[in-house]
């Protein structure tokens, strides 16, 4: 199935242009660069996302809906569901085979999934090729800002008990999305896929802006109110009533800094505080604990 010109390209069932022996031609990019920070923030778009995956409808919902589906239309985002059974060989398309030394489950074996990536690798340029599984380095908005800045991603779902381990040698970083054990990488995939999505300028709309978001300022974000401003007896803050744009702003640092204290004392430990920030913390908890 290939749902084109959907936001989607599924490329199940067409076969790949070009695979298995034949090269494919490398896409023409250029851009003009001022300064070497404008080649950091300014990309050279579309980001160009493969998910390797035996279960490509799985990622359709999300990847049509919202943000994600809006940074498509805009061109800042080409997203590909690319079916792994479309590079077996063998006349049952088996991805999947039991391990060496015995025991449950079953593993990903390495042909299709290398053949997937040598088939992609070229298309862009210097893709990021990422493993999704638990054994990574755990994923945190850092991460995700570095992926934003580049022009290709690649994403490899495992399933079973994981992926043959000669297939590491052929990606450039693997990444778990926490300590616990999901059923695929898929859904580790599209945490990826949003978070960087939302991280590309011009993605998110000027009212949607990611650099509040929280852990991008290196604290957690302020609480947000909306109408009611009665809620079942429960008030919005003045302050946000009052019009009073420095106090509000005032305010939302405050909250940030103390909800930060509070909740990731970890993050809190690492943020980056000005006197300012300081003196607000003070003043809050002598207000609040009379010290
Ligand atoms: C059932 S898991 C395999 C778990 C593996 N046997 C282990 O104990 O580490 C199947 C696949 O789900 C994905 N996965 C599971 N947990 C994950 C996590 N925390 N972060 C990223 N991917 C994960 C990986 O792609 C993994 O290969």
């Not at 991460?143 to 590491?168: K, N, T």
Request: with cysteine; hydrophobic share 40%; charged share 25%.
């Amino acid at each position: 199935m290939r749902i084109t010109p959907s936001p989607v390209h599924l490329f199940r069932g067409w076969g790949y242009p070009g695979f298995p022996g034949v090269s494919v031609k490398r896409a023409q990019r250029s851009s003009v660069f001022h300064s070497p920070e404008e080649m950091n923030v300014i990309p050279t778009r579309p980001l160009r996302v493969d998910i390797v995956t035996l279960f490509p409808e799985m990622l359709e919902s999300v990847v049509s809906h919202s943000i994600l589906k809006r940074a498509q239309e805009k061109g800042l985002l080409d997203v590909r569901a690319v079916d792994l059974r479309a590079f077996t060989t063998d006349r049952h398309k088996m991805a999947d085979d039991s391990p060496f030394g015995g025991g449950a489950g079953m593993v990903m074996k390495p042909e299709p999934l290398v053949a997937a990536i040598e088939y992609l690798r070229p298309q862009v340029s210097a893709p990021r090729v990422i493993l999704t599984s638990p054994r990574g380095a755990v994923y945190n908005q850092r991460r995700a800002e570095e992926f934003a800045r580049e022009s290709h991603l690649i994403l490899l779902c495992g399933r079973y008990e994981g992926v043959d381990e000669r297939v590491r040698a052929f990606i450039t970083d693997d990444l778990s999305i926490g300590d616990y054990v999901l059923s695929g990488g898929e859904l580790a995939a599209l945490n990826v896929l949003d978070s960087v999505a939302r991280l590309i300028p011009g993605v998110l709309g000027k009212e949607e802006s990611a650099a509040e978001d929280s852990f991008t300022t290196g604290l957690l974000e302020h609480p947000h109110y909306t109408r009611p401003a009665d809620f079942r007896g429960m008030t919005v803050p003045e302050v946000l009533l009052s019009g009073h744009h420095a106090n509000v702003e005032r305010w939302r640092r405050e909250q940030s800094l103390r909800l930060t204290r509070e909740h990731r004392p970890d993050l809190f430990a690492s943020a980056p505080l000005t006197e300012a920030d300081r003196r607000l913390l003070a003043q809050w908890d002598e207000e609040n604990f009379g010290f």
